[in-house]
């Protein structure tokens, strides 16, 4: 049976922030401004130190820093907090100082570089449920990590009350399909351009690092899908959908951090190194994308 999205906390439409900088310090303030910006939009959730947060480039003290910084404006609206790593028994022992935040969930992607077997992403994955306190959404997204995470494991995690959802970045439908109809875990679509085809199969919402840009729109979108207002849903969509690519035609979170600057949402688009500001020339197609959606709708 296809389990009710509509019962979990992970629904709807949620944003994985990202994290302004200011010279070489991280802008906290700005992590503020962003924070009320997207709860003031009416979105369902945030993200902190997703993929699109750059966490791989802030320290310790920086990551439990920003998420200080937006627990304290986000009253209200549920925030959870992105783990990675490929150290099982050094993740677990890191929960604890985030686990003393008032989270709603952890974030955690499969450990990258070193490529575990099945067995191995489950015990990995086990671990840090029974050393969690809060839910757990499993990240699928082995195109960053070097390894997918099959439905077989999937199935025997759902077992596990703390693991609850999945950001599914895992390329493949059919796992999608038989995420939804086969175990009880909320299924997120982590590819923005498949929010439509998540909802149509049953799925859960979306973390989306599109949101960040006209997130007042998604909001919209999710509430005509949630409706079944599909023919306003598609033609918003289609009038977002070239903006959606154009934001990914660089390394994210480069193209968004660009178009949140133009927008005057952050200082600047500035990233830590090896991440690079988006071009010149993809700045300026973003522009002009934002203004002929901004024409559309």
Known sequence: MIANP??????????????PFAGEAVDYAGVQRLARHY???????????????EPATLSPAERLGVLDAVLEVAAGCPVVMGVSGNDTRGMCAGLDSVQQRAIAGLLIAAPYYVRPSQEGLRQHFLALAEAAAVPIVVYNIPYRTGVA???????????HPRIQAVKDCGGSLLLTMDLIAHTPLAILAGEDAHIGVNHALGGAGAIAAAVHI????WV?????????EQAAANTLFYAMLPLIRLLFAEPNPAPVKALLAHQGLIADGAL????????AALQARLVAALAELDAAV
């Open 149 to 159: 995470i099959e439905f077989d494991t999937f199935r025997a995690l759902a077992e």
């Open 39 to 53: 709860i003031d939009a009416g979105v369902d959730g945030l993200v902190v130190c997703g993929t699109t947060g």
């Open 220 to 228: 919209r979108l999710w509430r005509l899908l949630e409706a079944g």
């Open 6 to 19: 509509t019962a979990s906390p992970f629904h709807g439409i949620w944003v994985p922030l990202v994290t």
């Open 272 to 279: 830590r190194l090896p991440m690079t500001p988006a071009s």
């Open 214 to 217: 006209r997130p007042e729109l």
